[in-house]
Nanobody, 116 residues
Framework: QVQLVESGGGLVQPGGSLRLSCAAS????????MGWYRQAPGRKQRNLVA????????NYADSVKGRFTISRDNAKNTVYLQMNSLKPEDTAVYYC?????????WGQGTQVTVSS
């Protein structure tokens, strides 16, 4: 059974930082790369923010390069997203899922709001 539980979101001022966590079921974490996706307000599409494969190679959207860092803890089946220098345009619901091809199952996501 696939399980994805995101946490760590919140309200932060521009320039601030947040660290997101995603606890994934072993059925997905041990097989796939993992990624963070986000859905901006009023948008239906979820876009890739960052992805990491089991070998440690990472991939970032151009808009977050140099500001966000994805990492994974294989012992805990958990993937993280460290977000620094946050901007208002980073406001979105953030989800984790398989990378590069997400599964059909999505968790509840975690809301990130960047506002002064």
């Amino acid at each position: 059974q696939v399980q994805l539980v995101e946490s760590g979101g919140g309200l932060v001022q521009p320039g601030g930082s947040l660290r997101l966590s995603c606890a994934a079921s072993r059925s997905i974490f041990s097989i796939y790369g993992m990624g963070w996706y986000r859905q901006a307000p009023g948008r239906k599409q979820r876009n890739l923010v960052a992805g990491i494969i089991s070998g440690g190679r990472t991939n970032y959207a151009d808009s977050v390069k140099g500001r966000f860092t994805i990492s994974r803890d294989n012992a805990k089946n958990t993937v993280y997203l460290q977000m620094n220098s946050l901007k208002p345009e980073d406001t979105a619901v953030y989800y984790c899922n398989a990378f590069p091809a997400p599964t059909d199952y999505w968790g509840q996501g975690t809301q990130v709001t960047v506002s002064s």
